[in-house]
């Protein structure tokens, strides 16, 4: 991001309420994180293992928590929190329209909380409750008997509360096992664009309180998901399916209906989840194991062609004796 009228070091710092090394002339002329860098711009660095790459880096200015060693020709701003103070300056120097609400459809015996944005075209079926200061941006779907908390964002085109995928197979074709469950979504919750929120068949799927779901996530029929979880684009996952707390399932993760993922787990992209998982370990593959083991296997998997020649090496020399 270029910033439309430059600021300076010391403007940053006074701002920030944030000590400054360097010229407090020197001009900054964009915010951008650390891969994406040019000359004049503020980056963030917040853990050790990258303060060299961020003092390496085309980056003019370094917002960073700790006082090191720094180059000469660069301009440091040491902060106690760098995610947060550029968070700040974000803020305040990204220009966009404020967000105003629009025209929508509401159901029967809908409640809106305070200072909560409904924007255009967003439909709120019957019963429907929002919490205070939520966004939902245009084009979401909320059926009947959802419930959200406070401080929730959704974002453009999801859809939250359609029926289970629960069919009866019969000789004559599917009969379909209607639902009348609802979701619930708790506080401080982000739901990602296009994402897919299925009703419980006769209970409820729950979001916990600070949970965040990116782009085009879908959850089944009763998946209940714990606080403070993480759950990254394509990510789908089986009906009725409990993750607990602080979970991460990172991109298009697919996870098997009726089963658990106890709480701080870590299931690595395009893993395929077919059995309950246990907490705080790191999985990779499918299906899903301790990630360690199947990188063991995958070194294996590419050393069989020079094992495999070993061994016909050694069948042609005894055969030779």
Not at 18 to 24: A, T, W
Not at 254 to 261: A, E, F, R, S
Request: hydrophobic share 35%.
């Amino acid at each position: 991001m270029k910033l439309t009228q430059p600021i300076t070091l010391a403007q940053a710092a006074d701002f920030l309420k944030c000590k400054l090394i360097g010229d407090p002339e020197m001009p900054i002329t964009g915010l951008n994180e650390i891969h994406k860098v040019t000359p004049g711009d503020l980056t963030f660095v917040d853990y050790h293992k990258y303060y060299d790459k961020a003092m390496e880096s085309a980056a003019t200015i370094i917002l960073i928590n700790a006082e090191i060693d720094f180059p000469p020709h660069k301009g440091i701003l040491i902060s106690e929190d760098p995610f947060r103070d550029y968070n700040k300056l974000v803020n305040r120097y990204y220009e966009t329209q404020p967000i105003m609400g629009g025209s929508y459809h509401t159901g029967k015996n809908v409640s809106i909380g305070e200072d909560s944005i409904i924007m255009h075209n967003v439909f709120l079926g019957d019963r429907v409750k929002i919490g205070k200061n939520c966004r939902i941006y245009p084009n979401v779907v909320l059926y009947s008997d959802t419930i959200v908390g406070d401080n929730v964002i959704i974002h453009a085109n999801t859809v939250i509360g359609a029926d289970a995928f629960y069919f009866k197979k019969r000789p004559e074709g599917y009969d379909k096992l209607y639902s009348c469950g609802r979701v619930l979504i708790g506080n401080n919750v982000e739901i990602g664009a296009s994402c897919t929120l299925d009703k419980g068949v006769s209970g409820d799927t729950i979001i916990g309180d600070g949970t965040k779901l990116d782009n085009q996530v879908h959850l089944g029929h009763g998946v209940v998901v714990g606080k403070h979880c993480l759950l990254a684009a394509q990510v789908g996952v089986g009906g009725k399916t409990i993750i607990e707390d602080e979970v991460s399932l990172w991109g298009q993760v697919g996870v098997q209906k009726d089963i658990l993922i106890e709480k701080g787990a870590v299931v690595l992209g395009q893993s395929g989840v077919t059995k309950s998982l246990k907490g705080n370990k790191v999985y990779f593959g499918t299906p899903a194991a301790e990630a360690k083991s199947r990188y063991r296997e995958l070194t294996y998997l590419r050393r069989l062609p020079e094992f495999m020649d070993q061994q016909t090496g050694r069948n042609q020399t005894a055969e030779s004796e």
